[in-house]
């Protein structure tokens, strides 16, 4: 269940919305254009199961009306994307109601439901059965139980196609908040149980209690906190049989993540895609915070600037290491590759912090060194370049 949301939290886009939201509408309108034609019918059903007031007092768009907007693209382009948003809180979901009625009066399928988004998935799970599904979870605490994921999207949505996806809110303060349960006499049972059946058992609770056997060390917590993310998002891959990445989001450079975004597919094109989002939405964050830090009368010096990673300079490095990765690849496969088939070996470290097109540099950086005849040249999508090795004509 989500705690909801108070204050001035709708008033304007925080920094870790900014990230999120960023990756929301750069990905959804290519998760449409991937999976609209498994459907009959061209369509795609999007789930946004703790949707807010859907708009920022500042008018900004927040996720929901961001979905509504990819929808109303699509309708334009004889494509449906119906959209179903929850919400629990009354107030919110009145704000969220009035977007809503906006986009249905352009002909845009959307449905808003009060309450708890259990209690609509499966209704949801049945009016996708044989369309493409996004899931995007958000809550303001806790997540659902990862049992209750499995069965969504292992049980009831098992196969390929038509396409199964998720992003989630795993929330990194709850963590460290019920850690801190774990290693006080005093800890509460009963959130300890929740988040239990948020992640699937009570597997977690052994990090924090090697984290107070550890005291000594500096950073124990941290590492437990960071090690049950990690954990959880290997867990629900094994559990689905998705591929599932875990990406941190936080308010401020070398901040502690207030949360991380967990993706789940089984298509290695959502893996490829996701990672150039994700590596977009990430340098959209820096911009926002540069520009944020500017307008303050009071800021002496930009945070920002001072550490920002260099894009020429990651750009540099990365280049040829995924190039090494690709010559790797030729050497243990000995054929010819196709990129969007390898994608975390190609982009290895640099997965979520460089964009596509480094790729393509890199495969022409392993040409001018002699190891492929491929160049990357005259192939329009870049996921779609095909690497020979040197024994085979391209």
Request: charged letters at 25%; one cysteine or more; hydrophobic letters at 40%.
């Amino acid at each position: 269940m989500s705690t909801g949301t108070g204050g001035d939290y709708w008033a304007d886009k925080a920094l870790p919305s900014v990230f999120k939201h960023e990756l929301l509408k750069r990905y959804l309108p290519q998760f449409g254009g991937m999976t609209g034609t498994q459907s009959q019918d061209n369509r795609v059903v999007y789930l946004d199961g703790y949707a807010g007031e859907g708009r920022y007092e500042s008018g900004e768009p927040a996720s929901a009306e961001i979905a509504l907007r990819v929808a109303s693209y699509f309708r334009a382009r004889g494509r449906t994307v119906e959209c179903f948003f929850t919400e629990a809180q009354q107030k919110s979901f009145e704000k969220l109601q009035q977007v809503v009625e906006q986009y249905r009066a352009r002909g845009v399928p959307a449905h808003a439901h009060r309450g708890e988004v259990d209690g609509v998935l499966d209704s949801v799970i049945q009016r996708a059965v044989r369309e493409p599904l996004f899931l995007f979870l958000d809550p303001c605490g806790l997540a659902l139980p990862q049992d209750r994921l499995v069965d969504v999207l292992a049980q009831q949505r098992p196969q390929r196609k038509p396409a199964t996806e998720l992003l989630m809110n795993f929330s990194m303060m709850a963590v460290w908040r019920l850690g801190g349960h774990v290693r006080s006499p005093k800890g509460n049972d009963r959130s300890l149980q929740r988040f239990d059946e948020v992640c699937g058992g009570p597997w977690w609770r052994e990090y924090f209690a090697d984290a107070a056997t550890a005291s000594a060390r500096d950073g124990a917590a941290e590492d437990a906190i960071e090690a049950v993310a990690a954990e959880y998002a290997r867990r629900l891959g094994e559990r689905t049989g998705m591929l599932v990445q875990s990406v941190p989001v936080s308010h401020a450079p070398h901040k502690r993540a207030v949360y991380r975004l967990v993706f789940a597919t089984r298509s290695q094109y959502g893996l490829w895609v996701f990672g150039d989002t994700v590596a977009r939405a990430r340098d959209e964050w820096w911009k926002t915070l540069q520009l944020r830090e500017e307008s303050d009368d009071l800021a002496l010096f930009s945070i920002a600037s001072m550490t920002r990673p260099d894009p020429l300079e990651l750009e540099t490095k990365a280049v040829p290491k995924i190039a090494e990765n690709l010559e790797k690849l030729l050497l243990h496969t000995r054929r010819p590759i196709k990129l969007v088939d390898h994608t975390l070996e190609v982009f290895g470290d640099f997965y979520g912090q460089v964009t596509e097109p480094v790729v393509r540099k890199a495969v022409r950086f392993l040409h001018d060194q002699g190891k492929t005849p491929s160049n990357g040249v005259g192939v329009r999508k870049i996921r779609e370049i095909t690497v020979f090795p040197n024994s085979l004509a391209a």
